[in-house]
């Protein structure tokens, strides 16, 4: 080894012994215990104190509503998936005083039709119809040409409606079914509003003609299908379609479910059983929000019928016009200025029926009355407008 590499390893050498030995001792402090906040902790606290401010608030709202004689029934709020509230208020009968309960069914007038064409997508998974294809396809007599399954979905047919064909020519003492309806077009031929696709007509004869159709093709009655197919799966065990199959008269009340009323309080009258109950599809079925709250589940889930059947389902029937606020799906009507909601209500014989979902906020109201008067559906419209994200902050504040 040379000299000079003895001189570079010296200088390392003492370079070191300088670093090591030369180093002053540094102090150092005891660490501070901060106590630590598990973030999925902190998320819980707040959704769990969340829920329950929304609880308490919703039920000081339904009760200030149902004492003023507003709203007697049952509603259901959902967000994220979870039931955040559920209340009951009034009577099933108000003369006996009997009081309603979770498990209460109610008619679901219009939002039946919800049901109606979850049927139909069924049906279409299963490879056995199309959407597009004619109705004649499975109803051959029916005298009406150019009319898919999709317009009949979309409220686009030009039927007229089967209710005042029944009212001129049907014995109203003696229900009527759907085949039978399919009978007054079949020797009537009322003139429809329009040619097929060429409008929008809000009309119950498209639906009543959806059930006829699942009826064709499933050789099942309607309600029968219905409980196979969607109720029996997810459990809803206090849904049913009512009907008068069998039956050759009009009994004085519906023997099933709750009574619907004309009015309510001491003015409340009793509406009676109607010979055009006998038609389903458009009406007719009777549920719970309980089970309500399951049917919701399961669409959220694609439980009963895919994503992308859903997608279709949701989506508008009919061109975006000015002069229309709403459009409609597959049973369900769209919200125009409102990002991803879809909703449906519903009237008929003493009941009312309200059902939103908020997709894009992952949210749902399900209101139930057995009035026909009074609630209305801006009470519910404004509860999911108000803004979570505000509702949480204040929350996080409690917390601070």
Request: proline share 4%; hydrophobic share 35%.
């Amino acid at each position: 080894m040379d000299k000079r590499a003895y001189i570079i390893i010296a200088i390392i050498l003492v370079s070191y012994f300088a670093f090591v030995f030369g180093k002053k001792k540094e102090i150092v402090a005891e660490p501070a215990i901060v106590q630590y906040i598990a973030p999925d902790s902190l998320f819980f606290n707040i959704n769990e104190i969340y829920a329950e401010n929304k609880k308490k608030e919703l039920d000081k709202r339904f009760s200030r509503l149902n004492k003023k004689g507003v709203f007697n029934g049952t509603v259901i709020y959902i967000d994220n998936g979870e039931e955040i509230y559920r209340g009951v208020y009034g009577y099933a009968d108000f003369r006996k005083k009997d009081s309603l309960n979770i498990e209460s069914a109610f008619q679901l007038a219009s939002v039946s039709k919800m049901f109606t064409a979850t049927a139909i997508m069924i049906l279409k998974e299963e490879g056995k119809l199309d959407i597009d294809d004619t109705i004649t396809k499975f109803i051959p007599e029916f005298p009406y040409y150019g009319i898919s399954l999709r317009l009949l979905l979309t409220h686009r047919s030009g039927l007229s409606r089967y209710m005042s064909l029944a009212d001129k020519y049907w014995d109203p003492h003696k229900p009527i079914n759907n085949e039978e309806v399919v009978a007054l077009f079949v020797k009537h031929k009322p003139n429809p509003y329009f040619k097929p696709n060429n409008g929008f007509h809000y009309c119950n004869t498209n639906y009543a003609l959806l059930a006829s159709v699942v009826e064709r093709i499933s050789g099942k009655t309607f309600d029968a299908y219905v409980k196979e197919k969607i109720f029996d799966p997810l459990g809803m065990t206090n849904s049913f379609v009512y009907n008068l199959n069998g039956d050759t008269t009009i009994s004085y009340q519906i023997p099933v479910g709750v009574p619907g009323y004309k009015h309510g309080g001491r003015y409340a009258r009793k509406m009676g059983d109607y010979y055009l109950n006998g038609v389903m599809g458009d009406k007719g079925v009777y549920a719970s929000v309980e089970d309500l709250y399951k049917y919701n589940t399961a669409l959220d889930n694609g439980n009963l019928v895919s994503h992308k059947s859903l997608e279709e389902a949701f989506s508008p029937g009919s061109p975006r016009h000015r002069g229309r606020k709403d459009n409609y799906g597959f049973g369900w009507r769209i919200r125009d200025n409102m990002d991803s909601t879809v909703y449906h209500f519903g009237w008929w014989k003493g009941f009312r029926a309200f059902y939103i979902r908020d997709m894009k906020n992952n949210r749902a109201i399900i209101a139930l009355t057995n009035t026909h008067h009074g609630f209305s559906s801006s009470i519910l419209w404004n509860i999911l407008k108000e803004s979570k994200t505000e509702e949480l902050m204040e929350v996080y504040g409690q917390l601070d």
